[in-house]
């Protein structure tokens, strides 16, 4: 059965891959188009450089007007990330916008990682790093980028 | 030595007050709606066809006749009606540009 939100989520798709963003991809599970899922290759000049991090996303019927649940499959360290996975990220919960599409809702998670935001902490260790202790945040988020290309 | 003869040659071009003439002029205009955006960005289709929504019901009940309106905002940007209702439920602000939303008019 073809609803609106599966009809959104066909020209999500479409859209993907006629104007791919750079740094991110993502497509439907083979039977699902609810579930995706999706990479973010860690940004250039970040700590998470190199990495390939692996996402999940669960679309409702609600799409678009309520966001998905993102979540990260691989192993992350950073401010904004829960230790399940889960994304601290206005967009995707009280900022969320009906215009949002999986183009931009990727590219956002993308920025994160670029520019975490220590003072709304996911993960309190990494936010704490972040803010006093440089040189072990990264030693860690490298180890993170390292256990990307395992899982 | 080709390379002395060619700037001697660019030195005598320069010199002469004309350097070129206009011979043809051809003037090329652009024209838009004015609206803000036609595409609506919550069903993404353009907002002169019918949203989502209103194409997957009309081919389930066949209710030809319902027509899916267009609203625009004191903002000046468009959606469709049947889409932006759905989201003012929730959050009464311009989900382009996050004012907040009233309606300056509606129709195709």
């Known amino acids: 059965m073809s609803t ?11 859209r993907l ?24 290759f860690g940004p250039h000049d970040t700590p998470f450089e190199d990495g390939t991090f692996k996402l999940t ?17 691989s192993h992350m360290f950073h401010p904004n990330v829960y230790a399940d996975g889960g994304i601290c990220l206005d967009i995707l919960q009280n900022r969320w916008s009906p215009t949002y ?3 931009a809702i990727l590219t956002s998670i993308q ?29 860690r988020v490298k180890a993170c980028v390292e256990q990307s290309f395992i899982d | 030595m080709a390379d002395e003869n060619d700037n001697e040659r660019m030195d005598d071009n320069q010199k002469s007050d004309k350097m070129f003439t206009l011979k043809k002029w051809n003037a090329v205009a652009m024209w838009s709606w004015d609206v803000e955006c036609d595409t609506c960005a919550i069903c993404r289709v353009q907002v002169m066809d019918a949203c989502l929504r209103c194409q997957a019901e009309s081919k389930k009940d066949s209710y030809g006749k319902q027509d899916c309106v267009v609203v625009w905002g004191e903002c000046n940007h468009s959606f469709h009606y049947c889409c932006m209702s759905l989201w003012v439920k929730q959050n009464n602000r311009c989900p382009l540009c996050q004012q907040e939303w009233s309606i300056q008019r509606m129709g195709k």
């Open chain 1, 4 to 14: 609106p939100a599966r009809r959104r989520l066909m020209r999500d798709f479409k």
């Open chain 1, 17 to 40: 891959q006629e104007d791919p963003p750079t740094g991110v991809s993502g497509a439907p599970t083979d039977n699902n188009i609810m579930i995706w899922n999706a990479v973010i």
């Open chain 1, 57 to 73: 996303i669960e679309f409702t019927e609600e799409y678009p007007n309520k966001p998905p649940t993102v979540r990260f499959v």
């Open chain 1, 101 to 103: 599409d999986v183009s």
């Open chain 1, 111 to 139: 920025s994160l990682l670029s520019d975490p935001n220590p003072n709304s902490p996911a993960n309190s260790m990494a936010a704490q790093l972040y803010k006093e202790n440089r040189r072990e945040y990264e030693k």
